[in-house]
C-alpha cells in the first residue's frame, strides 16, 4: 500500500529537482565545462557542495534505511562513503546505459558530467 | 485435520531450524526463477559468513585475483578507486550485483570472468561474508 505512493513521491521529487537543478547549474557550468570538454572530459572536478544541494532527490530511495528496491527484490545499496570514482563510473554507465535499473537510467540521464562529479564528491566525503 | 496440523508443524520447525543455521535468509521462493527472472535476487539460498570468507581470500580462475586482492582486507579497503567497498553493503544488493556480471546484466573488465562461474550458493556466501563487515558505508538518512 505504501510503495505506490512513496514510488510517485520519488517521482514527483525527482522531476522537481531535476528541474531546479537544470535551471541551476546549467548557467554557471557551461563555461567550465566547454573549457575542460575540449581537453579531457574525464577530469571535471566535483564540488561537494553542489552535491549537498543536487542529492536531496536520492533520499527518496537511498535516504530510508531499509529501503527495498521493488523487482528484483533487494536493499537499494548505500552509497554514501563509497569513493568518487566509483559513484562517477557507476551513474555515468547507467547515464549510457551501460548498467540498467530504470529509476537510477532516468535520474543520470537528467544529470551533466559536472552533475555527476558534484554528486560523487558530496556523497563520498559523508562519514 | 491433525495430519495437516501435524504436516505445519513440522514445516514451521524446519523452517526455524534452518534459519538459526544461515546467516542471511533464503530469498523467497525459487518461483520467480522458474518463471525465468534470473536476474532477480529472488530465490539464492541461505549465505553462510564462514564459507564466503574463505572464498572471497581464493583466487579465482579466470583473473588470479581474490575478491580481497582488489576490494582490500574484508572488502574495506580496495587498491584502487574505481573498485567499490563491499564491506558494510546490503548483503542482498552484493548478491544482486554479482547475479548481475555473472549473468551479463552488468560488465567489468575483471568482475564479469570472475563472477561468471560462481554458484548461486557462492554468492550468498559471499554476500553474508561482506555484507557483515565494519565500514563507513552508509544510507542518506541525516545527510542533509
Avoid at chain 1, 553542489?50 to 534505511?65: D, F, P, R, S
Wanted: a negative charge; hydrophobic letters at 40%; proline letters at 4%.
Amino acid at each position: 500500500m505504501m510503495r505506490p505512493l512513496m514510488i510517485a513521491a520519488c517521482f514527483l521529487l525527482t522531476t522537481a529537482a531535476s528541474v531546479a537543478s537544470a535551471q541551476e547549474t546549467q548557467a554557471p557550468a557551461a563555461a567550465p565545462a566547454a573549457a575542460t570538454a575540449t581537453t579531457a572530459p574525464a577530469a571535471v572536478k566535483g564540488d561537494a557542495a553542489k552535491g549537498h544541494q543536487l542529492t536531496y532527490t536520492c533520499q527518496g530511495c537511498h535516504g530510508i534505511a531499509g529501503y527495498k528496491n521493488a523487482y528484483p527484490n533487494y536493499h537499494v545499496p548505500k552509497i554514501g562513503g563509497q569513493s568518487a570514482e566509483y559513484l562517477v563510473n557507476a551513474l555515468t554507465e547507467y547515464k549510457k546505459g551501460a548498467r540498467k535499473h530504470p529509476t537510477m537510467q532516468a535520474q543520470s540521464q537528467s544529470f551533466s558530467d559536472q552533475d555527476i562529479a558534484d554528486i560523487a564528491a558530496f556523497l563520498s566525503s559523508l562519514k | 485435520m491433525t495430519n495437516k496440523i501435524l504436516a505445519i508443524a513440522l514445516l514451521a520447525s524446519l523452517a526455524v531450524v534452518g534459519c538459526s543455521s544461515s546467516d542471511t535468509p533464503a530469498e523467497h521462493s525459487a518461483a520467480d526463477r522458474g518463471e525465468g527472472h534470473t536476474s532477480s535476487s529472488a530465490g539464492l539460498p541461505a549465505g553462510h559468513i564462514a564459507a564466503g570468507e574463505q572464498l572471497a581470500g581464493t583466487k579465482g580462475k579466470a583473473t588470479g585475483q581474490s575478491c580481497v586482492d582488489c576490494h582490500g582486507a574484508e572488502g574495506n579497503a580496495p587498491i584502487d578507486g574505481t573498485y567499490p567497498k563491499l564491506a558494510g553493503q546490503y548483503y542482498d544488493y552484493i548478491a544482486h550485483a554479482l547475479q548481475a556480471y555473472r549473468d551479463g546484466d552488468r560488465e567489468h573488465a575483471l568482475m564479469s570472468s570472475q563472477a561468471k562461474d560462481l554458484t548461486d550458493q557462492q554468492i550468498a556466501d559471499l554476500a553474508a561474508y561482506f555484507g557483515s563487515r565494519q565500514s563507513n558505508l552508509r544510507d542518506l538518512h541525516n545527510a542533509h
